[in-house]
């Protein structure tokens, strides 16, 4: 089995909540799930699989801590890890930014040579102007608008846990070890 982390940077709290969820679902160890601000190469190097999510700030920027933390990443050899994204945002005051942040990240890490999964998210049921978190019509990571559309929230994570446990390993078996 892949060793898996998740690393989440949050303000206001909401992407912590969130990565917790993702935690629970993924029957990850509360050992494995870190603050951004906690990202250093050695970390990097001990798993298989990142999972990495951040909100979306001010005009579509990075969660604060980020800002460090994809330095590390960048600094990295990404090349035989797994990357599946996740991000925060707000739909309805922010339309024309949504969840620009999960964006940033698979920006930067694009030519990383990591493999990306859960980057496939159908955009169909979400409302708003644009994101930089759209590639060839889909998010490139779980999108999440607990502001606006809280009751979504927890059948989008269960949705893309799903996706991320039957699609990210060949031989189709459950990504995550469970302890």
Not at 85 to 112: N, Q, V
């Amino acid at each position: 089995m892949k060793k898996v982390a998740l690393f989440f940077g949050s303000t206001t709290g909401t992407c912590e909540e969130i990565a917790y969820k993702i935690a629970k679902q993924l029957n990850l160890s509360k050992s494995d799930v870190y603050n951004v601000t906690d990202l250093s190469a050695d970390k990097v190097a001990e798993y298989e699989v990142l999972l990495l999510g951040t909100s979306t700030w001010g005009d579509g920027e990075l969660q604060d801590d980020w800002y460090d933390g994809i330095e590390v990443l960048k600094g990295v050899d990404l090349a035989d890890k797994t990357v599946a994204l996740f991000g925060c945002g707000d739909s309805e005051s922010y339309s024309d930014t949504f969840c620009d942040g999960i964006g940033l990240l698979y920006k930067d890490l694009k030519a990383s040579g990591c493999t990306f999964i859960g980057n496939k998210v159908p955009t169909d049921s979400y409302e708003f102007a644009s994101s930089l978190a759209v590639d060839n019509g889909a998010f490139v990571g779980l999108a999440i608008d607990d502001l606006n559309q809280s009751g979504l929230t927890d059948a989008r994570i269960e949705d893309w846990v799903n996706e991320l446990k039957r699609n990210s390993l060949p031989s189709k078996r459950a990504l995550i070890r469970i302890e």
